[in-house]
């Protein structure tokens, strides 16, 4: 864009300020389902440099073994007694059984493949997810199902996942929780602040409305460019704390 074409914005907008408020709030209320999907479209095991020597031997690994090289989580079953047991047996097999319906499994261990401790308190396998080469977190959506399986478990018994997965599931909810919790925190936080700067109630309506409405539409951005490239669940928060700085202070 021209000087001359950023002149003539800029008239239009100083003549018709209503029409961009209008203009602003569509794009606003646009933005809001992309910034509210935006933690669906992390990605972390892409963030990976291609032709690297990591990535020859990740490629060499699959080609290989298959499955094997495919993220894992570990189901860990318990009890304060001795394990193995005929009904808690019977409730793992049918627990494991379950486990091959969710989607994005590759692979459940059998009964006889299960590792009891020297204890023998605990038993323990691996499960395998389906390779997700773009997109790790994919292979997290199946955590949440998994968990709910593994607390059907018989008075006794109790099952648990671990592992880089469930963990990575962990960490995704936790960076959203924190961001949210954040957002409300920040708002009646910086509300006050601006009160007592400008003297004034009204005043700090539009760094806020700057501030906030910078933000949803930066995530949403950010939104639209994780669909082709490969973000980390950081950049959302980072983008919030830069957007809100950022507004208010030009604002």
Do not use: C
Not at 79 to 89: A, K
Not at 176 to 190: G, M, Q, R, Y
Request: aromatic share 8%; proline share 7%.
């Amino acid at each position: 864009m021209g000087p001359l074409s950023r002149t003539r914005l800029t008239q239009w907008i100083v003549h018709h300020p209503w029409h961009t408020i209008v203009i602003w709030f569509l794009i606003f209320i646009a933005a809001l389902p992309l910034t509210l999907n935006l933690s669906q479209q992390f990605k972390t095991d892409g963030l990976g440099v291609p032709g690297s020597p990591s990535q020859h031997v990740q490629n060499i690994v699959q080609h290989q073994f298959g499955t094997l090289a495919n993220s894992t989580a570990t189901v860990v079953f318990s009890s304060p007694g001795q394990v193995d047991q005929p009904q808690y047996h019977k409730a793992m097999a049918r627990i494991l059984a379950s486990m091959h319906k969710v989607p994005g499994i590759s692979r459940i261990p059998a009964m006889n493949q299960l590792i009891t401790s020297p204890d023998g308190h605990v038993m323990y396998g691996t499960i395998f997810f389906k390779q997700t080469t773009s997109n790790s977190l994919a292979a997290t959506k199946a955590v949440n199902p998994l968990r709910a399986l593994l607390k059907k478990t018989p008075p006794g018994l109790s099952g648990g996942l671990t592992g880089l997965v469930p963990l990575e599931r962990s960490f995704t909810a936790q960076v959203d929780k924190d961001l949210k919790e954040a957002e409300i925190w920040s708002f009646p936080l910086t509300l006050v602040a601006l009160v007592w700067i400008f003297r004034s109630v009204i005043a700090p309506i539009g760094p806020l409305a700057i501030g906030f409405g910078g933000i949803t539409v930066g995530l949403a951005w950010i939104d639209l460019i994780a669909r082709v490239m490969a973000i980390a669940p950081e950049v959302e928060d980072a983008a919030a704390m830069i957007g809100l700085g950022v507004g208010i202070d030009y604002a």
